[in-house]
């Protein structure tokens, strides 16, 4: 799984990350957001893996996505995406939310047989819907705060709480974590990442052209996509959007510093009873 080859290589990538770290670019408001308080460590991890993708990664998948025609890659990542319906289940079911971990653990037995392995989707001609699912979004749901948040050396955007959920108890949720043969799993794994990677290819253009700091337009993306996630796509406003002129329906706030004006009442009415 993923997390087995960033426990391997976390503190070398970080080492080489530490070293480059005179190469990133690190604006003078750096830190000053909230959400990113350690933004000059995490650009410097930024600037390694952008490094790395550029030369290793990205060329690679182009190279894949040359080879293989687009009907094998759809297969590949759809064999992928079954592979983590179990863990789409398990997290539901965390989440209060047994429904969706029936229909995934359904999704999951039709897909591997009748769809074989999950090259293609019957379950969802059958009205079982994909959901995307896992532990990180499962401490956000029961209410553990993102924290900080963080790039992982080669994995990229995360939080404190993704990299937990995610990089620590996820992978145990994932088939390729019990495949006993290195060499098999070593290889599903690289598949995996490099089909990855190749999936994202259409967006670098999107981000290169959008983006005036690259850095922060991917981590604000994430971050963003990330709440979304956790609450099914209809994500509260946040605390600091709540405010007596958002209220539905409510009055505008007064403005302490204008004094409201009294007006008399006309010569001969009568003055109210006091209460």
């Known amino acids: 799984m993923l997390t087995s080859l960033f426990r391997r290589s976390a503190a070398p990538l970080s080492i ?38 550029r030369a290793v990664l ?32 398990v997290n539901n079911l965390l989440q209060g939310k047994p429904i969706d971990a029936v229909s995934d653990t359904c999704r999951f037995v039709v897909n591997s047989t009748v769809g074989l392995l999950g090259c293609f989707d019957p379950a969802r001609q059958m009205g079982l819907e994909k959901h995307n699912e896992d532990f990180g979004q499962t401490l956000g749901r029961w209410g553990i ?6 790039v ?18 996820e992978p145990y949720l994932d088939i390729n974590f019990y495949i006993d043969n290195i060499r098999v799993r070593n290889a599903i794994l690289g598949t995996r990442i490099v089909n990855q990677r190749a999936e994202l290819l259409p967006t670098d253009d999107l981000i290169s052209g959008a983006a005036l700091d690259k850095y922060r ?9 990330r709440r ?8 509260p406003p946040a605390a600091q959007e709540v405010s007596p002129s958002t209220s539905p329906g409510g009055p505008p706030p007064a ?15 009568p003055a109210p009873a006091s209460k």
């Open 152 to 169: 992982v050396p080669i994995l990229g955007p995360s939080t404190v709480r993704d990299a937990i959920g995610i990089y620590g108890a």
């Open 255 to 269: 403005d302490p510093s204008v004094k409201k004006e009294v007006v008399p009442p006309p010569s001969g009415t």
């Open 16 to 53: 080489v990350a530490m070293v480059l770290s005179g190469c990133a670019t690190v604006p003078a408001d750096s830190g000053n957001d909230a959400r990113d308080p350690i933004e000059s460590f995490n650009r410097q991890v930024f600037e390694f893996n952008d490094v790395v993708d």
């Open 145 to 150: 705060g993102t924290g900080p948040y963080l």
């Open 217 to 225: 337009f991917i981590r604000d993306g994430y971050l963003q996509r």
């Open 58 to 89: 990205k060329p690679v998948a182009q190279a894949y996505e040359y080879v293989l025609p687009e009907p094998v890659r759809d297969c590949i990542s759809n064999i992928f995406s079954n592979f983590r319906e179990p863990s789409n289940a």
């Open 228 to 235: 979304s996630l956790v609450y099914d796509g209809s994500p």
